[in-house]
């Protein structure tokens, strides 16, 4: 196929690797930590896989982790060798590893043309999220609640409990035991304490609270009695400042697309700037 020379690779591929990410992100936007080698690594150099090389250049790539069900799959076609069957080969071979199996495909940089190119090959998109990013220099003004304030956050069973009740509502929520939940932001190396916040009703309560992982807003949420009264936009206002305080030079974070925030985050000054999906397909 277009000379193509197809073969299996592994860790020593990393750099190629982090190229043909930082192509397709450039040409669809997506996760940008998707070319750095942790997440790099965990989606593309799993227990099986297949990339196709011309000459020296990385052109496409595909992992499948065959090790539980459903089986995971990742892959990449480089923006200048899409339309010539090579994705379509990539799910084929991913589907063909995945077998009689369930096949789960993950994508951070989900193309425009994603869904019909999963959905001719039987996939049916799962989950969506938009990536949202906002340019520092002009941040929004957002009041606070009258009686409200806000404090860092500390990692406690307060702050696990004001979650919790923050999402216990939402369809699918996974319901973490507190240890798994907050051990995750204990164990992250970019976990910032300091732009972390709870906040606090005038008499004390907790009603909502806000996460920053390294320049991400991890995650807002506001317990459903105080929803509709600026409180999670005030947060997130709170944080841009904060982070803007520290030189960052960008705000990001991620909203699944038939979240509602995703419009107050976008009236706040989030732009788009691409989305990551899932894609099942079941035998």
Avoid: K
């Avoid at 951070?108 to 996939?123: K, Q, R, W, Y």
């Avoid at 960052?248 to 000054?269: F, H, M, T």
């Amino acid at each position: 196929m277009d000379g193509l020379t197809w073969r299996e690779y592994g860790e020593e591929a990393l750099p190629e690797l982090a190229g043909l990410a930082e192509a397709c992100l450039a040409a669809d936007g997506g996760l940008p930590l998707f070319s750095r080698t942790p997440l790099l690594r965990a989606r593309l150099v799993q227990a099986r896989t297949l990339g196709a090389w011309h000459g020296v250049e990385l052109v496409a790539a595909v992992s499948a982790g065959t090790d539980r069900a459903p089986v995971s799959a990742t892959g990449l076609v480089h923006p200048a060798w899409r339309g010539r069957g090579i994705g379509t080969r990539l799910l084929d071979w991913a589907g063909a590893q995945a077998g009689d199996t369930d096949l789960l495909v993950t994508t951070e940089t989900d193309g425009p043309d994603a869904d019909a190119l999963f959905g001719a090959c039987g996939l049916r998109r799962t989950f969506g999220e938009w990536v949202l990013r906002h340019d520092l220099d002009a941040r929004p003004d957002v009041p606070a609640p009258t009686g409200v304030r806000h404090e860092p956050a500390t990692l406690g069973p307060e702050l696990f409990a004001t979650y919790r009740a923050s999402f216990a509502d939402r369809p699918g929520f996974p319901d973490p035991a507190a240890d798994e939940w907050l051990g995750d932001l204990r164990d992250d190396d970019g976990y910032r304490p300091e732009l972390s916040m709870l906040a606090r009703a005038a008499d004390g309560s907790a009603i909502g609270f806000l996460t920053v992982i390294d320049d991400w807003i991890d995650q807002v949420g506001v317990l459903p009695a105080w929803r509709g009264r600026r409180v999670g936009a005030w947060l997130v206002a709170e944080a841009l400042r904060g982070l803007a305080g520290s030189r960052a030079g960008q705000a990001w974070l991620c909203v699944n697309e038939d979240n509602p925030a995703a419009g107050l985050y976008r009236r706040l000054g989030f732009r788009d700037a691409g989305r990551r999906a899932r894609y099942l397909r079941r035998p």
